[in-house]
């Protein structure tokens, strides 16, 4: 998972690059529409089109026939259950083929919510006094059974504890209050059993390259009761090995404005999916294909 995260990362730095001067906004919707075109280019190959047109063809003939024969009750009966039975066979052709695509989708989304989603955590002065519930939970997750009594963690300078370290074994969890107090990019040490594990974190006006809320596990790369813990979701920062005592650690980062598109993370996913939608739609003709 690391290794494929890790190329898709170099990958769309060097892809992104030329569209970022016009805005993210711009770089989003740009490589939205050329997923769009390469997704109907792979349909294309791995559907069968001819059966797709029989099929719409077909759907179109029996509509036809409902018009012409609608004072017939037999025919027309006839006839929406064969557009019914069509439609069936029409959504199977175009289902199987599309499922292969929902893995390149997840890849681009998930790297476009790491570098745009987020903005970096505001900056509070070290003499001001934070009242609890007010600054960022760090959410530490460990492996059933671990000793949740060993673990430590430390917070480098710029960074401010603001409640103690809450163990709770039976959850086999960890909650941490702090503040950041200079702007920067961090590493919060995370140690247990012998195993040091590191949590980055941004401050600061400036937002980074790429910035994630969650480090989860390799264990859960297709766990399908909580897809927030697939590994391929979040690629800006390394995940746990599947020994490794850590399954989750998370931050909140505030959302980012996107200024006329939708924020967060769920704006992102509605963007990208809309955009390749739209432009792709636009690409049917000229591409010659059935959909």
């Given at each position: 998972m690391n290794a494929l995260n890790s190329a898709m990362t170099s990958f769309f730095d060097v892809a992104l690059m030329p569209f970022e001067w016009m805005g993210n906004a711009a770089a989003l919707i740009v490589w939205s529409g050329i997923f769009g075109v390469l997704a109907l280019l792979v349909f294309k190959k791995i559907s069968w089109q001819r059966g797709i047109k029989n099929a719409k063809d077909k759907i179109k003939a029996h509509m036809i026939e409902i018009r012409l024969y609608q004072d017939?009750?037999?025919?027309?009966?006839?006839?929406?259950?064969?557009?019914?039975?069509?439609?069936?066979?029409?959504?199977?052709?175009?289902?199987?083929?599309?499922?292969?695509?929902?893995?390149?989708?997840?890849?681009?989304?998930?790297q476009f919510v790491v570098r745009y989603a987020y903005d970096p955590l505001p900056?509070?002065?070290a003499e001001t006094r934070v009242m609890s519930g007010r600054g960022t939970l760090l959410d530490i997750e460990l492996s059933a059974g671990a000793d949740v009594g060993g673990l430590e963690?430390?917070?480098?300078?710029?960074?401010?504890?603001?409640?103690?370290?809450?163990?709770?074994?039976?959850?086999?969890r960890a909650f941490q209050e702090f503040v950041a107090i200079a702007p920067g990019e961090y590493e919060i040490a995370l140690e247990l059993d012998g195993v040091r594990e590191t949590k980055r974190v941004v401050a600061g006006a400036q937002a980074a390259r790429s910035m994630q809320p969650r480090?989860?596990?390799?264990?859960?790369?297709?766990?399908?009761?909580?897809?927030?813990r697939w590994p391929l979701l979040w690629p800006a920062e390394p995940s746990f090995a599947s020994d490794s005592p850590f399954r989750v650690v998370a931050i909140a980062y505030p959302s980012r404005d996107q200024g006329w598109l939708p924020d967060g993370e769920g704006g992102i996913l509605i963007?990208?999916?809309?955009?390749?939608?739209?432009?792709?739609?636009?690409?049917?003709?000229?591409?010659?294909?059935q959909i």
């Amino acid at each position: 998972m690391n290794a494929l995260n890790s190329a898709m990362t170099s990958f769309f730095d060097v892809a992104l690059m030329p569209f970022e001067w016009m805005g993210n906004a711009a770089a989003l919707i740009v490589w939205s529409g050329i997923f769009g075109v390469l997704a109907l280019l792979v349909f294309k190959k791995i559907s069968w089109q001819r059966g797709i047109k029989n099929a719409k063809d077909k759907i179109k003939a029996h509509m036809i026939e409902i018009r012409l024969y609608q004072d017939d009750l037999v025919v027309v009966g006839s006839a929406v259950a064969k557009v019914l039975a069509r439609n069936f066979v029409y959504l199977g052709l175009n289902f199987g083929p599309i499922l292969p695509l929902a893995i390149p989708f997840m890849l681009l989304t998930a790297q476009f919510v790491v570098r745009y989603a987020y903005d970096p955590l505001p900056v509070t002065a070290a003499e001001t006094r934070v009242m609890s519930g007010r600054g960022t939970l760090l959410d530490i997750e460990l492996s059933a059974g671990a000793d949740v009594g060993g673990l430590e963690v430390s917070l480098p300078e710029g960074l401010k504890a603001v409640s103690p370290l809450v163990r709770v074994p039976s959850e086999s969890r960890a909650f941490q209050e702090f503040v950041a107090i200079a702007p920067g990019e961090y590493e919060i040490a995370l140690e247990l059993d012998g195993v040091r594990e590191t949590k980055r974190v941004v401050a600061g006006a400036q937002a980074a390259r790429s910035m994630q809320p969650r480090r989860v596990s390799n264990r859960d790369w297709l766990n399908v009761s909580d897809t927030n813990r697939w590994p391929l979701l979040w690629p800006a920062e390394p995940s746990f090995a599947s020994d490794s005592p850590f399954r989750v650690v998370a931050i909140a980062y505030p959302s980012r404005d996107q200024g006329w598109l939708p924020d967060g993370e769920g704006g992102i996913l509605i963007t990208v999916a809309l955009a390749s939608m739209l432009i792709g739609a636009l690409a049917l003709k000229p591409l010659g294909v059935q959909i």
